[in-house]
């Protein structure tokens, strides 16, 4: 079965990303700073902003392809793992803490939700 190339170029941008990732927290751990390190550090912001982009991008792409039945399976999915996440987050800063501020502990579940309900968007080829 041929590969898409847009699959491949996804792959590759992941593949980059990783590896920019390892260096710059690598480099940062140990303290290293030389100029060459620097412009890594600068390649890496400016890659993860274009990276960013390019996966946002591709993402409403391939939603546009989507029949509604499915963007609405997939919405009840992200529903419910959002809300299930955020309550386990509130409950438990609550037992650890004894109090809390319920909207400081809303990004993490939403964008775990997102990720965990949207994420194969990315690698499935949708009528291509």
């Known amino acids: 079965m041929k590969k898409s190339k847009l699959l491949r170029f996804t792959k590759i941008m992941y593949i980059l990303f990783a590896i920019?990732?390892?260096?710059?927290?690598f480099s940062a751990y140990n303290n290293i700073d030389n100029k060459f390190i620097v412009k890594i550090a600068i390649g890496y912001v400016f890659f993860t902003f274009i990276f960013l982009i390019y996966i946002a991008s591709i993402f409403i792409l391939r939603i546009k392809k989507l029949k509604w039945t499915e963007i609405r399976k997939r919405l009840?999915?992200?529903l419910t793992t959002f809300i299930g996440l955020w309550v386990a987050n509130v409950l438990f800063t609550y037992l650890i803490k004894n109090e809390v501020n319920i909207l400081n502990h809303i990004y993490t579940p939403l964008a775990l939700a997102f990720g965990i309900s949207f994420f194969d968007l990315l690698w499935e080829n949708i009528n291509e």
């Open 20 to 25: 920019l990732t390892i260096i710059v927290l």
């Open 76 to 78: 009840l999915h992200f």
